[in-house]
């Protein structure tokens, strides 16, 4: 007899429902996905240190404090080599409050104006912090890549447009989002957060 599958609810400390749809692409059916203003918290989830396991241990355990449900938060940064690992932690407020992808992209497209493309080199880092019955487990995935001298693509989110996977000429806004899963960060954090939560819903 196969083993057979329960539902797991799970809750992602994060307002992106961009990241929700790819979580639950690398996820699969099994388990439940529900983001805090599902819940009714629609604020911002708390990220006030300096690195990015620190930020997703911040997150996750703000969520868990909150509902004292499974839940997981990520943390990603873009890290540019020639910028001395910027953006970095900052990523997602590289222009300042509030958030604004496009101006994120445009400043660091300036920070970069005269740097030829294989100067710029690039990874995206992505940490996962799951906490299931007051216990935290990390994942981390990296994507290794260039920045490309000007937006393409129009797919993804975030830095998405000018970042090139290693081995690829186009940028993660012209991949299919399984296509992105299969090579992103988060896609390999999110994989191993899926077979270390698989083991728990098998009988």
Known sequence: MGAILKFMEIIFASCNRNKLIEAGKV?????????PSDRGFTNDVPETHTTIPENAIEKAQFIWDMFHE???????????????????????RYAGEPKDPVKNVQKLLKELEGVPFARR???FR??????????????EGRCE???????????GFGYDPIF??????????????????????????????????????QL
Request: charged share 20%.
């Open 27 to 35: 996820l699969g059916p099994s388990f439940k996905i529900t983001l």
């Open 70 to 92: 499974t839940c997981f938060a990520d943390d990603t940064g873009l890290e540019v080599d020639c910028l001395n690992g910027e953006p970095g932690v900052y990523s997602a």
């Open 121 to 123: 080199t690039a990874r």
């Open 126 to 139: 992505c940490v996962v912090a799951l906490i299931e019955n007051g216990e935290l487990t990390t994942f």
């Open 145 to 155: 890549g260039h920045i490309a001298l000007e937006p393409q693509g129009e797919l």
């Open 164 to 201: 090139v996977p290693e081995g690829m000429e186009k940028t993660m806004a012209m991949l299919t989002l399984e296509e992105k899963n299969a090579i992103s960060h988060r896609g390999k954090a999110m994989e191993q957060l899926s077979c270390h939560l698989l083991k728990k819903v």
